[in-house]
């Protein structure tokens, strides 16, 4: 990616665009937000955000289509962890944004311990 000093192609804007505009569903930028910490199952996010599991895996899709989050599959599971060395403007947001024990707080989650390896 452009370091923005110089000229920025369309399609480089179109992607952070993009990018960006993934950001702005809540559920995407909350799975962002625990992702900063450490990689995720499918299984866990069913469980934070009480939603179904392909519900989650189309977040995840939508979010590995754009290569934010990059997937590692065991056994039967796959962990999600996050993909961003080269998007300063989602390292930017996600500095913003509070730590996983703050956001499952605040989701009236406790801290979730991997039960899927």
Known sequence: ???WKG???VEELTEVADNLKLLGD???LTMLSLLQEREWCVCEFVEIFDI???AISQH???LRAQGIVKESKRGQWVHYSL???????IQAV???MPDSKTILSRLN?????SVCE
Request: charge should be positive.
């Open 1 to 3: 990616m452009n370091d």
């Open 7 to 9: 000229r920025v192609t």
């Open 26 to 28: 809540i559920t995407r």
């Open 52 to 54: 179904s599991q392909p």
């Open 60 to 62: 995840l899709r939508k």
């Open 83 to 89: 993909n961003v060395e080269d998007k300063p403007y």
């Open 94 to 96: 996600l500095g913003q």
């Open 109 to 113: 989650k406790k801290l979730i311990i």
